[in-house]
Nanobody
Framework: QVQLVESGGGLVQPGGSLRLSCEAS????????MGWYRQAPGKEREFVAL???????TYADSVKGRFTISRDNAKNTIYVQMNSLKPEDTAVYYC???????????????WGQGTLVTVSS
């Protein structure tokens, strides 16, 4: 079974930094795009950033210049370095990936369980 496991969430003060990781594991044949979404209390889940298998990146306007997404294909892992954090960045951050398992005919959307990031003084 293919799964995504996030780590790195926690409490940080405004202006601080945090790095999240997401590792894909299981019987994986190929991984296409990987990325991050977030859901703040009382709000819908929103896109944060993604990285393709070739390394191209896309960011939400709200995090451009502050967040950096990266990918290690050898480890099936992505990271997001979050700098200059603001209280409005507080949310549960979810990892997302399009993964083809060895028994799959095509790619499936896989979600992680989420990791909480709280930005507060």
């Amino acid at each position: 079974q293919v799964q995504l496991v996030e780590s790195g969430g926690g409490l940080v003060q405004p202006g601080g930094s945090l790095r999240l990781s997401c590792e894909a594991s299981g019987r994986i044949l190929s991984i296409n795009t990987m990325g991050w979404y977030r859901q703040a209390p009382g709000k819908e889940r929103e896109f944060v950033a993604l990285v393709t298998s070739g390394g191209s990146t896309t960011y939400a306007d709200s995090v451009k210049g502050r967040f950096t997404i990266s990918r290690d294909n050898a480890k099936n892992t992505i990271y997001v370095q979050m700098n200059s954090l603001k209280p409005e960045d507080t949310a549960v951050y979810y990892c997302h990936a399009n993964i083809r398992g060895i028994v799959d005919y095509w790619y499936n959307e896989i979600w992680g369980q989420g990791t909480l990031v709280t930005v507060s003084s």
